[in-house]
């Protein structure tokens, strides 16, 4: 496995650690985009990678503050609110597992969450975690198996050589048939055919240390939170129960945000329109705050490179005219609740497997 720069050092290690299936607002956004039979797979699917995510963290035992939980979308806004009105009756319509979801209406949602100006929410099973120290105990689990693992390697070309591939690093190169290129944002560095397929965004997160009003068993939040004000303007709430500690996850669909979060592959720095936007409407939303003493309040911010594509899923298999390269390639910010099922399904795929045999939905875990 060859890594540009550190173990960790791309989204997988800076995510904001929601582990958060759709519980079935694509359904709409799919079905259009594709089809309501697949837009109910993407959605199935996104599900049993939570269940397979909590099952490889118990197996293993990781120590990665996994927290199975509930979790809100709370709705902000009119817009948003007929939207995911529609979304849910299609889901039912369609035949969705509904079982886990439960609606609140507004003013149940206003006690129930704490937002006072939520104009309803629905709540259904997430978790959230710390993902650099999954991804850390990922990589050592392999390396166990075997696995080598060159950290400030990048690969810069892939040529080939008779029936092999040679990947080429400053390094040194490595003689292989099989090639991965499991490097989301940056795909198209070495596939210039994913150029326009998958584009680098620049995501942004916090972390604040909570007031008293949010500290402590009695007074946290219960659940984590999609707070929407639009389908593409939201902000993710997670309250840490391992040490209380809030990160909020910012969007792209921010009023205001200018180009200089797209196609940038720089995660050096954060954007201060951003962080100071998010701030705001966090204590805004969240009117019991209260005042912060020294200590409280914003601790840091930072960002990672998404993979976006035109029709919201990855790209996962061989490579087209590239006979042994595959790739897994852009999760469009949502990696977390489908890599777990998407890179097993891969394997199958590299092992001769056909396309039917990546199907997981019916298979027993
Ligand atoms: C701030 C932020 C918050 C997010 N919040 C969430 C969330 O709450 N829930 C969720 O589901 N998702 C979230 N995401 C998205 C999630 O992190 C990604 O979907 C997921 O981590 C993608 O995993 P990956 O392994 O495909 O890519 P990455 O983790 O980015 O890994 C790709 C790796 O390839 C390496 N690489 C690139 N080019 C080369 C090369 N030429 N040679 C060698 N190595 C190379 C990179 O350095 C990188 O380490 C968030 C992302 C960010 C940035």
Same mark, same amino acid.
């Given at each position: 496995m060859l890594e540009a720069r550190e173990a960790c050092s791309g989204a997988t290690g800076r995510n904001a650690g929601h582990c958060r299936p759709d519980a079935f607002r694509g359904f709409t956004a799919f079905s259009k985009r594709i089809n309501p039979e697949q837009a109910m797979k993407i959605i199935a699917h996104e599900k049993l990678v939570l269940q397979l995510v909590k099952a490889f963290i118990d197996k293993h035992n990781i120590d990665c503050d996994f927290d199975y939980c509930r979790t809100f979308d709370v709705v902000m806004g009119e817009e948003f609110l007929q939207y995911i009105k529609g979304s849910f009756e299609a889901y039912k319509q369609a035949g969705g597992d509904m079982s886990d979801i439960a609606w609140l209406d507004a003013e149940t949602a206003k006690k129930a969450t704490r937002v006072l100006s939520a104009l309803g929410a629905y709540e259904w099973t997430a978790a959230n975690l710390h993902p650099a120290k999954l991804c850390l105990a990922i990589l050592g689990?392999?390396? &166990?198996?075997?696995?080598?693992?060159?950290?400030?390697?990048? +690969?810069?070309?892939?040529?080939?050589? @008779?029936?092999?591939?040679?990947?080429?690093? $400053?390094?040194?190169?490595?003689?292989?048939?099989?090639?991965?290129?499991?490097?989301? &944002?940056?795909?198209?560095?070495?596939? $210039? =055919?994913? !150029? +326009?397929?998958?584009? $680098?965004?620049?995501? !942004? +997160?916090?972390? /604040? #240390?909570?007031?008293?009003?949010?500290?402590?068993?009695?007074?946290?939040?219960?659940?984590?939170?999609? /707070?929407?004000?639009? /389908?593409?303007?939201?902000?993710?709430? #997670? !309250?840490?129960?391992?040490? @209380?500690?809030?990160?909020?996850?910012?969007?792209? @669909?921010? $009023?205001?945000?200018? !180009? *200089?979060?797209? *196609?940038?592959?720089?995660?050096?720095?954060?954007?201060?329109? #951003?962080?100071?936007? =998010?701030? &705001?409407?966090f204590k805004q939303v969240f009117s019991d705050w209260g005042e912060e003493v020294q200590g409280e309040g914003h601790e840091f911010g930072w960002t990672g490179i998404l993979g976006l594509t035109k029709d919201a899923v990855p790209f996962i298999g061989p490579v087209p005219c590239l006979p042994g390269q595959f790739v897994i390639a852009g999760f469009n910010g949502h990696g977390m609740a489908r890599i777990f099922g998407s890179a097993p399904g891969l394997v199958k795929i590299i092992l001769g497997g056909s396309w039917s045999d990546t199907s997981m939905l019916n298979a027993s875990r």
């Open positions: 689990l392999n390396k &166990a198996l075997g696995m080598k693992l060159f950290t400030h390697t990048p +690969a810069v070309s892939v040529t080939s050589s @008779g029936n092999d591939w040679v990947v080429n690093t $400053p390094r040194g190169s490595i003689t292989t048939s099989i090639v991965v290129h499991a490097t989301n &944002a940056f795909a198209a560095t070495l596939l $210039p =055919c994913l !150029q +326009a397929q998958v584009r $680098p965004v620049r995501a !942004q +997160a916090h972390k /604040l #240390i909570p007031t008293r009003a949010y500290s402590g068993p009695d007074k946290m939040l219960t659940h984590t939170y999609s /707070l929407r004000f639009s /389908l593409f303007h939201f902000y993710s709430v #997670i !309250q840490r129960k391992v040490d @209380g500690a809030l990160v909020l996850g910012t969007s792209r @669909g921010i $009023p205001g945000i200018g !180009q *200089e979060v797209f *196609e940038t592959t720089d995660d050096s720095v954060h954007n201060k329109t #951003i962080a100071v936007d =998010c701030l &705001a409407k």
